[in-house]
């Protein structure tokens, strides 16, 4: 079974960074795409950024040049730098994977870019 677990959420000013990182146990293959989803109350979930095989990414207009999505070589740990961040960014961040047609889901880590 994969799990996935992220962390490095948290309280920004705007214009500050963060990093979050996702830790995944279980099995990953070269074609798992990884990615980077948030919500925030009342909206569906957005996808923000995905990694996939040899590190192919894709990023949501909202984010490009801003973030970035990175993963290891062992492809056990996905990170999203987070640079420039705005209010608009605040969010709960999701980590997902997706291996062949399943799908796996972390509880989620809190953003929040405030003055």
């Known amino acids: 079974q994969v799990q996935l677990v992220e962390s490095g959420g948290g309280f920004v000013q705007p214009g500050g960074s963060l990093r979050l990182s996702c830790q995944i146990s279980?099995?990953?293959?070269?074609?798992?795409?990884m990615a980077w989803h948030r919500q925030t109350p009342g909206k569906e979930r957005e996808l923000v950024a995905s990694?996939?095989?040899?590190?192919?990414?894709s990023y949501a207009d909202s984010v490009k040049g801003r973030f970035a999505i990175s993963r290891n070589r062992a492809m056990n740990s996905v990170y999203l730098q987070m640079n420039n961040l705005t209010p608009e960014d605040t969010a709960v961040y999701y980590c997902?994977?997706?291996?062949?047609?399943?799908?796996?889901w972390g509880p989620g880590t809190q953003v929040t870019v405030s003055s």
């Open positions: 997902h994977a997706r291996i062949g047609a399943a799908n796996f």
């Open positions: 279980g099995r990953i293959i070269s074609s798992s795409v």
């Open positions: 990694i996939v095989g040899g590190g192919i990414t």
